[in-house]
């Protein structure tokens, strides 16, 4: 049996819209975190012009593969390990996106920076970073909802939880890349584009 996350259900199709409008130029996207790698399957399908790269945790490769053979998509890469906070970024094709979603929050600063920058380094000029997800904002939970899926976050992993858009922002400031667009998602959550 494939794992299926339903929120990849849910969210899918919102994301595909939005992305609609972002990966239109775009050859190749690296997407990190991919989990059960839904996202990759769905997106590949939707934008056949493009080569899609998921990746994860060597634990999330049976599952992923699973999906990825069963897809059958020629433009959608056999998903490969990767762990954000190893030196191992592949480079055997120039991405020219990165995808990630309902990564940051769900691990530790530490980590979530090591995915920002690794992200940043290995983008070519004008590449374009688009992080799906919670975010607070001003110091500010952006919906109750949100403030109670911290907690949740925090109890399972107190390292983890929802980060502020400011403090993202600023860290890809420092590799030259900007927030170019935001988009307002289902659920209280945001699209942010960096480029
Ligand atoms: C909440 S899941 C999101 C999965 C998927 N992107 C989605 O939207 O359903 C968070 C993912 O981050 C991955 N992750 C955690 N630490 C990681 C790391 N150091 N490097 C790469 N991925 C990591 C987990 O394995 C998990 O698949």
Same mark, same amino acid.
């Given at each position: 049996?494939?794992?299926?996350? $339903?929120?990849? #259900? ?20 690296? +997407?990190?975190?991919? !989990? @059960? ?5 769905? #997106? ?6 493009? @080569? ?14 699973? *999906? *990825? ?17 190893? $030196?191992? *970024?592949?480079? @055997? #094709? ?8 309902? @990564? ?11 995915? #920002? ?26 919906? $109750? ?6 907690? *949740? ?5 107190? $390292?983890? !939880?929802?980060?502020?858009? +400011?403090?993202? +922002? ?5 590799? !030259? ?19």
């Amino acid at each position: 049996m494939k794992p299926i996350a $339903e929120s990849c #259900l849910r969210n899918q199709q919102p994301i595909a819209e939005v992305l609609s409008g972002v990966l239109n130029n775009v050859k190749a996207v690296l +997407e990190l975190g991919s !989990g @059960t790698g839904q996202h990759g399957v769905y #997106l590949a399908q939707r934008f056949p012009h493009l @080569t899609w790269q998921p990746s994860d945790l060597k634990e999330c490769l049976p599952g992923m593969r699973q *999906w *990825w053979q069963d897809a059958a998509l020629g433009n959608l890469c056999e998903p490969i390990e990767l762990d954000v906070t190893s $030196e191992n *970024w592949p480079t @055997t #094709l120039t991405y020219d996106a990165i995808f990630t979603a309902n @990564t940051l929050h769900f691990v530790s600063w530490r980590i979530a920076e090591a995915l #920002l920058v690794g992200a940043a380094n290995i983008l070519p000029l004008d590449g374009i970073l688009c992080i799906y997800g919670p975010f607070n904002e001003n110091g500010q939970y952006t919906g $109750e909802g949100n403030r109670q899926f911290d907690q *949740w976050l925090k109890a399972r992993d107190p $390292e983890s !939880g929802i980060k502020e858009i +400011e403090r993202v +922002e600023d860290l890809l400031a420092n590799f !030259g890349l900007a927030l170019k667009s935001r988009h307002q998602m289902p659920a209280n959550n945001l699209m942010l584009v960096f480029q």
